[in-house]
């Protein structure tokens, strides 16, 4: 397989501040500290710190927390009983009767039976005992201000997790143990009881936090509970050493996601005899992107998600439930539609087939050029050679602008066009997600729409943290990458 390169070598092309600071790490053997300049500090010190309202403050999560989980029984009742078409009162006096309708629905299709809570708790379970006894590389993280920049360590095992999951759960479904199609015949009972779990675990870490200091003392809180729940109170919560939020964002929504895929190709083929062009894509996309995650799980210490963002309502929530069970509309639609309501041409499917895999190889490599360079800056970097190892994922001798902070920016590879290519490249792919139920049900296109609303409030948090980071580096690093999603327009 291929190699990414020798240990040793470093980005060389640097292009420095005026005012950047003479050294703001120091070696210790092969081990580089990170020490921040007075003025860093106080900066993050601040960032550390409630200052302003995110998501519409207490009122804008108080509505999030209640609409969104309401909003995910109205489209699956629209997917899975009514075609994929939005559904609504036929009049004012239909309104009762319209809601009685969908709580039927929900009561016959969606109450969350033992028997879906022995699937759902058990694939926790099961990826809680894995994780803690498969091997993987441990990973530096970035250094965290409010741990005094202390660096956290992680065991980045997600792909023989993965691995191994596929081989038991294939196991078990040809040996007749456990029948795969069941867990899209039981999809509504399993979305609910995954809300279920997701405020369970919610309240019980912030408690954790609030209460015994679970995951750190907590930061950044607001005074306002219901605004702090959703937030997060503390930052790296463990279990048996596993950090809980890396835990959670791939080994429980991505290889759920890709179970409901395999389950539905598999009752499609027993339903009619073949798999559909339109549900294989499926299989291949969230194929594609639990194998990315979990070979790129090394990647994530270095995200905002675990260095900055809480673990709170908005996370958890959207892991154990958001996720598989929203992601999966276009799956959920192919199931219970007729292929002749879907079926695009030859040409059409090709397309939409290369656009994923060109989109697929911009993400993998654009996330992969900043988290090796990332590393290389720690000396933390070892090449490793997991499927796939695509052309151009690491950069030689990237250039990067050097902070007053002491922090780099890239502006070589991929982020030497945009600001955001991984993003770019992220929602093509939401977007194939659509186009592959061609255009019957608009429901089939939630997951590029609210993709794109998440990525664009994210931009924005993460914008602004970096001007008020960084301040006159930021508007050199911008006049250096001036586009953020799309060369040359935006």
Request: one cysteine or more; charged letters at 15%; glycine letters at 6%.
């Amino acid at each position: 397989m291929a190699n990414d390169g020798p240990r040793e070598r470093k980005p060389q092309k640097v292009v420095p501040s005026k005012a950047a600071s003479t050294s703001n790490e120091k070696k210790k053997g092969s081990e580089v500290t990170f020490v921040p300049t007075p003025e860093a500090r106080l900066k993050d010190l601040a960032a550390d710190t409630h200052s302003h309202w995110e998501f519409g403050g207490p009122v804008g999560v108080t509505a999030m927390m209640t609409g969104f989980p309401c909003l995910m029984f109205y489209l699956w009742t629209c997917l899975w009983f009514y075609q994929g078409r939005f559904i609504r009162p036929e009049s004012i006096e239909d309104i009762r009767p319209f809601l009685n309708r969908i709580g039927n629905h929900i009561y016959e299709d969606a109450y969350p039976t033992a028997f879906a809570f022995k699937m759902y708790l058990g694939l926790m379970a099961f990826q809680l005992i894995i994780a803690f006894l498969m091997p993987g590389k441990i990973q530096k993280g970035l250094p965290v201000p409010s741990l005094d920049y202390k660096t956290l360590t992680y065991r980045c095992n997600a792909l023989y997790c993965c691995y191994f999951t596929l081989v038991v759960s294939s196991t078990l479904h040809l040996t007749g143990l456990f029948d795969l199609t069941q867990i899209i015949d039981h999809f509504g009972e399993l979305m609910s009881v995954s809300m279920i779990v997701g405020f369970a675990l919610s309240f019980l870490v912030y408690f954790g936090a609030i209460f015994f200091h679970w995951g750190g003392k907590p930061i950044r809180m607001s005074g306002w509970p219901v605004y702090d729940f959703f937030m997060g109170a503390s930052l790296n919560p463990q279990i048996f050493n596993i950090d809980l939020k890396m835990w959670q964002e791939v080994r429980i929504p991505w290889v759920l996601l890709f179970h409901i895929a395999i389950s539905a190709a598999l009752k499609q083929y027993q339903t009619i005899g073949y798999v559909t062009p339109n549900l294989a894509f499926m299989v291949l996309a969230t194929g594609l992107y639990l194998n990315a995650c979990a070979k790129g799980e090394e990647c994530i210490p270095q995200t905002i998600d675990m260095f900055y963002e809480k673990d709170g309502f908005m996370l958890t929530f959207w892991n154990f439930a958001g996720v598989p069970f929203t992601y999966s509309y276009s799956i959920v639609y192919l199931h219970r539609t007729d292929p002749s309501a879907y079926k695009l041409s030859t040409a059409a499917m090709t397309g939409v087939y290369c656009l994923l895999l060109l989109s697929y190889y911009i993400f993998d490599t654009a996330m992969s050029q900043k988290s090796n360079f990332r590393m290389e800056l720690q000396n933390e970097f070892v090449p490793r050679d997991a499927f796939p190892q695509l052309p151009w994922r690491r950069v030689k001798n990237p250039k990067y602008i050097e902070t007053k902070h002491g922090n780099k920016l890239l502006i070589s590879g991929w982020w030497g066009f945009l600001r955001k290519p991984n993003y770019t490249a992220d929602l093509i792919q939401s977007f194939t997600w659509g186009l592959c139920t061609g255009w019957s049900s608009p429901i089939a296109y939630y997951y590029v729409v609210w993709f794109t609303i998440v990525l664009m409030q994210r931009c924005s948090r993460d914008f602004a943290k970096c001007r008020a980071k960084y301040g006159e580096d930021w508007d050199r690093y911008c006049k250096a990458v001036p586009y953020t999603f799309i060369p040359g327009l935006f």
